[in-house]
């Protein structure tokens, strides 16, 4: 089955430090992979997404490459701040439903607790 | 901008009683989800619903929990007589028609005692 490994945290970062945050899959075909943030007090909001292979999703300074020879979908940023401190998830969905469907469903990692401190 | 918004924010409860969440989706989407979190675990996908029924469910969804959008705005999750191992966050998420985008309210922290 579908399953998503991300890496364990807390993660604690001063600001304008690098940051990245692992993430590797294990899917059959070519699954659209995601980066979900939870800001405290907050629900899950999609931050940045890549539907293929080799695509890179950007949002709001961060960024993840879908690298398909690794199975990877690591999240990066090269200057993180204060509000960046939240709860980031990696997720995938099934390759062939991003579009719609009722089929449509997450596959979520645990999630990586980021605090930055200024 | 439109937000999925879900009640309550925290529930306690005993062993074996009945808990409602409640869950608000945006107003004109159209495929709506509950998922949870144990605390230290991952966020697992119990249930989805379109056209006034279920079209898939997980292993976790079983008897005990049931789905209900009874008013066409409000998406409900019962959880019929509630175990320790309930206790979790419960996220609701909504969907548009074409879009891959699931929108998730806040969550509802329910704690079993």
């Known amino acids: 089955g579908n399953s998503v490994t991300q890496m364990e945290g807390p993660v604690t970062l001063s600001e304008e430090a690098f940051l990245t945050i692992n993430c590797t899959y294990t899917a059959t075909g070519y699954p659209s992979l995601f980066w979900y943030v939870q800001y405290p007090g907050e629900g899950l909001q999609l931050l940045l997404k890549a539907t293929k292979a080799d695509d890179k999703g950007s949002n709001k300074g961060f960024e993840a490459t879908y690298r398909k020879e690794t199975t990877s979908f690591h999240l990066e940023k090269g200057s993180v701040q204060v509000s960046d401190s939240a709860v980031y998830f990696c997720?995938?969905?099934?390759?062939?439903?991003?579009?719609?469907?009722?089929?449509?469903?997450?596959?979520f990692g645990k999630g990586t607790l980021l605090t930055v401190n200024p | 901008e439109p937000e999925v918004t879900q009640t309550p924010s925290h529930q306690v409860t005993q062993m074996g009683q009945e808990v409602i969440l409640r869950c608000v989706p945006i107003?004109?989407?159209?495929?709506f989800y509950w998922y949870r979190q144990i605390l230290g675990q991952k966020v697992e996908f119990l249930v989805s619903f379109y056209n006034n029924e279920i079209s898939e469910k997980s292993e976790i969804f079983d008897d005990q929990f049931s789905v209900e959008r009874p008013d066409g705005s409000n998406f409900t999750l019962k959880i019929r007589s509630t175990k320790l191992e309930d206790s979790a966050m419960y996220f609701c998420?909504?969907?548009?028609?074409?879009?891959?985008?699931?929108?998730f309210g806040e969550g509802s922290r329910l704690t079993v005692l």
């Open positions: 998420a909504s969907k548009g028609a074409n879009t891959g985008e699931l929108f």
């Open positions: 107003s004109n989407h159209l495929y």
């Open positions: 997720a995938l969905s099934p390759p062939g439903v991003v579009g719609g469907g009722s089929n449509y469903k997450l596959t």
